[in-house]
């Protein structure tokens, strides 16, 4: 990892974790790590739109109802209450640049569908 991860503490999450490199009232930036074989919930977002810029590695993400396979470079947006998912097909660590923007950016405005860690209410 970059000489930034030295400075900021990671956020752990049972997917990976990740570090925020910006909160404001106008938009939050993370950077996401996501083990190998590892993938978030089938989600939506009622409050904040997406943007995520791949780094590292070979993802395949979902966004509504189509998955395609993604990598270093590629650019994809998930509007406000669109369903979507991330998963680390890869052999090794894939980290992605989050850029939300919206009115809201708590973690309680995740609702998920779909969990591999028991997290859906």
């Not at 409050?47 to 791949?54: D, L, M, Q, S």
């Amino acid at each position: 990892m970059g000489k930034l991860n030295e400075l900021l503490e990671l956020e752990k999450r049972p997917w990976g974790g990740y570090i925020i490199l910006l909160d404001d009232e106008k938009c939050k930036v993370k950077k996401l790590v996501i083990n190998s074989k590892k993938r978030f919930s089938l989600q939506y977002h009622n409050k904040r739109n997406e943007t995520w810029t791949i780094v590292q590695g070979k993802l395949k993400i979902t966004v509504d109802k189509y998955e395609k396979i993604y990598s270093y470079g590629e650019t994809i947006s998930v509007p406000i209450g669109t369903l979507h998912r991330i998963e680390n097909i890869g052999d090794e660590v894939a980290e992605i640049i989050e850029v939300q923007t919206g009115n809201y950016f708590g973690e309680d405005d995740i609702v998920r569908i779909e969990d591999d860690f028991g997290r859906v209410k």
